[in-house]
Every structure is written in C-alpha cells, then in structure tokens.
C-alpha cells in the first residue's frame, strides 16, 4: 500500500475543516421578513455583509406644503464589513451605491419597504442595475436590509428656522446580496 504525498494529505484535510466550518454556519433565511421584500424564488445568497455608519438627512420645506417642514433622507455613509468583521466594502449616496473593496459596484432602485420596529430605518428589497466591474457585485440582482438598528430622521426640530441645516444620525443594518440561481 503506497502512502499519499504531504502535499495530498495536508489538502485533503484542510478541505475537511473548510467544508465542516462552512457546514457550521447559519445560513439566511428569509422567511421571517415581511411578503413585501422577500426576494422571488429562484435567487440564491451572494454574499451577507452588516452595515455601519451614519445617514445624513436634511430639513426641508414638504414636497406639497411649503409652509411644513420635515427631515429628508439625503444619503447613507457606511462601512460593509463580512460576518466575521472583516471590511469588504462601502455604502453611500447619494445615489445608493454599495462598493466592494475589489471596485466593482452597484446602484438599486426601491422594490418595497416594511417596518422593523421604533426607532428603526424600515427593512428595504432594492433591485440591482447592471453592476460597474467584474468583481463581488457582478450578477447581483437583488439587494435585502434587513436586521436594521436606528438610522431614522433626527427628533430635532425641522422649521422654517432650520431648512438647509443638517443632520447625521447613527444606524446598523445587515445587507443581503442575491444573484440568480
């Protein structure tokens, strides 16, 4: 009986612990989110990223009353980083554009919103445009929020006195990437 090389048995087993590891970890599910940005069937789970940082908003006359004022969503500033806390990316806007470090990009359109509880941006499902580069966000189709922590307008007061001033608050959010199956 003939031994197997190093190299062969070092490989075999450093893919055992690879597959037992991935084996051990949750995988998304989406099935606890509202109908409304669930993503259709036939995607799969690209890549899974949490969100940090601030989005900045801005007091401004109401679009159809422009004796009333409110806070306006202007954009989001946030650094996307891997489950595990390693950095692989951007957030920010406007437009909405999430970057990975590799360059590649993509910006989104609304598909639907729901709520995700007080004093929390509301989960969101966002439809991919064609992504810049060749990299992570290349066939991205499909954009979730999901697991949001803050991020809504400011409870300063928004008046005639304040129009152009702005306002950055704090939020989390994990954000799900879909492609096609």
């Known amino acids: 009986m003939q031994t197997p090389p190093t190299t ?34 036939g995607h799969r789970v690209a890549m899974e990223t949490v969100g940090a940082g601030e989005i900045t908003y801005e ?10 004022f409110e806070w306006t969503f202007i954009g989001p500033d946030a650094l996307l980083s891997d489950r595990s806390g390693k950095a692989v990316g951007k957030y920010f806007g ?20 729901a709520p995700a509880g007080a004093g ?4 969101q499902l966002v439809k991919a445009n064609p992504s810049v580069g060749s990299g992570e966000m290349f066939g991205i189709s499909h954009i979730q929020r ?5 991020g809504v307008a400011p409870a300063a007061p928004c008046a005639a006195a304040h ?19």
């Open 120 to 123: 929390n941006i509301p989960y």
């Open 146 to 150: 999901v697991a949001t922590k803050g």
């Open 8 to 41: 062969v048995v070092a490989a075999a087993i450093a893919t055992a612990l690879l597959l037992s590891a991935c084996a051990g970890m949750p995988k998304f599910d989406q099935q606890g989110l509202p109908a409304a940005v669930q993503v259709p069937t």
């Open 94 to 113: 406007p437009p909405a554009t999430w970057q990975s470090n590799d360059g590649s990009k993509v910006t989104a359109t609304q598909l639907a919103v």
């Open 59 to 68: 007091c401004k006359a109401k679009k159809d009353a422009a004796d009333q």
């Open 163 to 181: 129009v152009g001033s702005k306002q950055k608050v704090q939020y989390q959010a994990d954000y799900i990437f879909w492609k096609a199956a």
